[in-house]
């Protein structure tokens, strides 16, 4: 704890002074175009990944980034997305899962969980990638599995994240847009999932297009007035 209040003096007296008028203008609002789902890993710092300033990013963490299905579960991830998409009116949503997760450990391995019912419970939203994994990918080293489950994962919650009526209704409209994207840690890489080419790529600042994982839209911006 000592850590902790020893790093908020620090924020106190060194970074807050410089950028007082940025605090003095969020103290009214937020205004973030992109609401960004990752794991609970302490690892994965998305602020510090993106470079991003307070206000920039609404993140949400949970063990595995998972997004349940819309009427399954009701879940303060799926609460934080409904806020997100109605009130803040994001643009994009990404979720992103990253290397040597526990979570897909745990996918992989359900034993190392069994003695915690409620992580037990919580990863079957997580059967979608065990699944996909197991009966398409024979063959694979358990280092390979785990990264094709990480992938897989992320993609599976894409689709939970498209049953949600807010989210289906945001990408109908192009006023949305989902993104699935798996972080490599040693190597500070990240990879994105193409829908149309139905692969991950790697993610290129100076590619022409950002890979998305949103189908075309459906209806004009302007329907939804
Ligand atoms: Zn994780």
């Known amino acids: 704890m000592k850590r902790l209040i020893e790093g908020f003096s620090h924020f106190h007296h060194h970074v807050f002074p410089s950028q007082r008028e940025l605090f003095k203008k969020l103290a009214a609002g937020q205004s973030p175009s992109t609401m960004f789902i990752t794991c609970a890993d302490s690892r994965v710092m998305p602020e510090m990944m993106f470079n991003t300033q307070p206000g920039e990013l609404f993140v949400y ?51 190392l969980v069994k003695e915690m019912p409620s992580v037990s419970a919580w990863m079957k939203h997580g059967d979608v990638a065990k699944y996909v994994v197991a009966q398409n990918n024979q063959g694979l080293s358990e280092h390979e599995t785990l990264a094709c489950l990480t992938r897989e994962n992320v993609v599976g919650q894409l689709e939970h994240l498209r049953t949600l009526p807010v989210v289906a209704a945001g990408m109908a409209r192009g006023d949305l847009s989902i993104h699935g994207w798996v972080y490599d840690i040693e190597h500070a890489e990240i990879e994105a999932f193409d829908a149309e080419r139905g692969c991950f790529v790697k993610l290129d600042p100076n590619a022409s297009k950002v890979p998305d994982a949103t189908p075309h839209m459906r209806f004009a911006a302007t329907a939804a007035a």
Do not use: F, T, W
């Open 61 to 111: 963490r949970n063990i595995g980034n998972i997004v349940p299905p819309y009427a399954q579960h009701v879940s303060g991830v799926v609460a934080a997305i409904e806020y997100a998409v109605r009130v803040l009116k994001v643009k994009h949503i990404v979720i992103c899962g990253h290397s040597d997760c526990g979570a897909m450990k745990a996918l992989q391995k359900p034993e």
